[in-house]
């Protein structure tokens, strides 16, 4: 018998995986599009009917794809259970998959956009329960799965609800990819946007330029002032990521717009910087400026509760030879973040192991299939 096979059980199948992997790939489903997140959606309804889960389909707000929750028969009783976050919607455009990231298999790598970050790990959770009502056992402890729509521009309109299913569970498993060589994830940053608005006046750059108060030179300022307050030690980072303003190289702009990414380890940092920024001031006093914004995923760190869930995992995978190690805090949001910081024990990054999320060389490693596998198994049928 293989050393990483659980005794006396058939072997999980990683050619059935790859294949619905490829499946789930094949649909591609950037977050913008709510109708092909829609029929990514009528796929795992699909698939979770099969598994005799209860469908709960909530339609998109805003704009967005449907929301997915699917449940095990008992999560309806009173006992708190486990709660699967996922979800379904990509970074890459429709037509990544006939261009810049076909799906093919080379050696140990499938390519796609989308497989890596997160679709091969939504998969892979339900596959290990799809296992074990194979042979007619199930999860211990009540099971939902939920599969957003919208993570990846922070979940928005789902996290109402992962909130109301979090406050309902005591343990939160988040089938994000797997990071550096197959680490979870027991901490996150929290992360912020902000946009600073500036108005100043506008003047022929030639003939009337004394005249002029330019928007673009004081976001220049504001941008190196507020990128300075990034302290790697203290975990705090700025990005000004997206900039936009003036009307003409000859006029002198009257409106610019910036749009500014924080990171911070600790609420209390977030709270802090927050403050700093929606209190800029401008320095030309006949420039006027405008912050919006704040945090829209709290930041949380390993909880005594999210040590043990860690713990749990790393001693099950002990037993088929997986070394489960952690990441230091990652700058990543995910919607761990909401559960996390709500203090329900979280474990996050149990998806399947590759690399090139958001890039044009996402990929998963089918080696790693087999044994992340064996970990949900595991969980499922021991948290109690
Ligand atoms: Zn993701």
Same mark, same amino acid.
């Given at each position: 018998?293989?050393?990483?096979?659980?005794?006396?059980?058939?072997?999980?199948?990683?050619?059935?995986?790859?294949?619905?992997?490829?499946?789930?790939?094949?649909?591609?489903?950037? =977050?913008?599009?709510?109708?092909?997140?829609?029929?990514?959606?009528?796929?795992?309804?699909?698939?979770?009917?099969?598994?005799?889960?209860?469908?709960?389909?909530?339609?998109?707000?805003?704009?967005?794809?449907?929301?997915?929750?699917?449940?095990?028969?008992?999560?309806? =009783?009173?006992?708190?259970?486990?709660?699967?976050?996922?979800?379904?919607?990509?970074?890459?455009?429709?037509?990544?998959?006939?261009?810049?990231?076909?799906?093919?298999?080379?050696?140990?790598?499938?390519?796609?956009?989308?497989?890596?970050?997160?679709?091969?790990?939504?998969?892979?959770?339900?596959?290990?329960?799809?296992?074990?009502?194979?042979?007619?056992?199930?999860?211990?402890?009540?099971?939902?799965?939920?599969?957003?729509?919208?993570?990846?521009?922070?979940?928005?309109?789902?996290?109402?609800?992962?909130?109301?299913?979090?406050?309902?569970?005591?343990?939160?498993?988040?089938?994000?990819?797997?990071?550096?060589?197959?680490?979870?994830?027991?901490?996150?940053?929290?992360?912020?946007?902000?946009?600073?608005?500036?108005?100043?006046?506008?003047?022929?750059?030639?003939?009337?330029?004394?005249?002029?108060?330019?928007?673009?030179?004081?976001?220049?300022?504001?941008?190196?002032?507020?990128?300075?307050? =990034?302290?790697?030690?203290?975990?705090?980072?700025?990005?000004?990521?997206?900039?936009?303003?003036?009307?003409?190289?000859?006029?002198?702009?009257?409106?610019?717009?910036?749009?500014?990414?924080?990171?911070?380890? $600790?609420?209390?940092?977030?709270?802090?910087? =927050?403050?700093?920024?929606?209190?800029?001031?401008?320095?030309?006093?006949?420039?006027?400026?405008?912050?919006?914004?704040?945090?829209?995923?709290?930041?949380?760190?390993?909880?005594?509760?999210?040590?043990?869930?860690?713990?749990?995992?790393?001693?099950?995978?002990?037993?088929?030879?997986?070394?489960?190690?952690? $990441?230091?805090?990652?700058?990543?949001?995910?919607?761990?973040?909401?559960?996390?910081?709500?203090?329900?024990? $979280?474990?996050?990054?149990?998806?399947?192991?590759?690399?090139?999320?958001?890039?044009?060389?996402?990929?998963?490693?089918?080696?790693?299939?087999?044994?992340?596998?064996?970990?949900?198994?595991?969980?499922?049928?021991?948290?109690?």
């Amino acid at each position: 018998m293989p050393s990483d096979s659980i005794p006396n059980e058939p072997e999980i199948d990683a050619e059935e995986m790859v294949r619905n992997i490829i499946e789930w790939v094949e649909i591609e489903s950037p =977050t913008s599009d709510a109708v092909a997140v829609n029929r990514m959606a009528d796929k795992v309804v699909a698939e979770c009917q099969d598994l005799g889960l209860a469908i709960e389909r909530i339609p998109g707000e805003d704009g967005w794809g449907d929301l997915v929750i699917a449940r095990s028969e008992d999560a309806n =009783t009173k006992e708190p259970g486990i709660l699967i976050l996922t979800h379904i919607d990509t970074v890459q455009p429709i037509g990544t998959i006939e261009g810049d990231n076909p799906i093919r298999r080379e050696g140990d790598k499938v390519y796609g956009p989308g497989s890596y970050d997160m679709k091969a790990g939504a998969y892979m959770s339900t596959y290990a329960y799809r296992y074990l009502q194979r042979l007619g056992r199930k999860p211990r402890l009540p099971v939902t799965f939920m599969f957003m729509s919208e993570e990846e521009v922070g979940s928005p309109f789902s996290r109402k609800h992962i909130e109301a299913e979090a406050a309902k569970a005591k343990y939160v498993l988040v089938a994000e990819p797997a990071r550096d060589g197959g680490k979870v994830v027991v901490a996150r940053k929290g992360v912020a946007d902000f946009v600073m608005r500036a108005t100043g006046r506008p003047a022929h750059a030639g003939a009337m330029h004394q005249d002029g108060r330019s928007a673009i030179k004081e976001v220049a300022r504001q941008i190196l002032e507020i990128e300075e307050m =990034t302290d790697y030690e203290r975990g705090v980072t700025f990005n000004a990521g997206m900039i936009k303003g003036g009307t003409g190289i000859n006029v002198v702009p009257r409106e610019c717009e910036v749009h500014i990414d924080m990171r911070v380890v $600790t609420p209390e940092d977030g709270e802090e910087f =927050t403050e700093k920024l929606l209190n800029r001031k401008s320095h030309d006093p006949d420039v006027e400026i405008e912050v919006t914004g704040g945090l829209n995923r709290p930041p949380y760190q390993m909880s005594e509760g999210g040590n043990a869930l860690f713990e749990f995992a790393r001693e099950a995978c002990q037993e088929h030879g997986l070394d489960l190690q952690y $990441t230091p805090i990652t700058g990543g949001g995910s919607d761990g973040n909401y559960s996390g910081a709500m203090g329900i024990p $979280t474990l996050d990054g149990l998806g399947v192991d590759g690399a090139g999320a958001h890039t044009l060389d996402e990929h998963i490693l089918v080696s790693s299939l087999l044994p992340r596998t064996k970990m949900w198994i595991k969980m499922f049928e021991r948290l109690e």
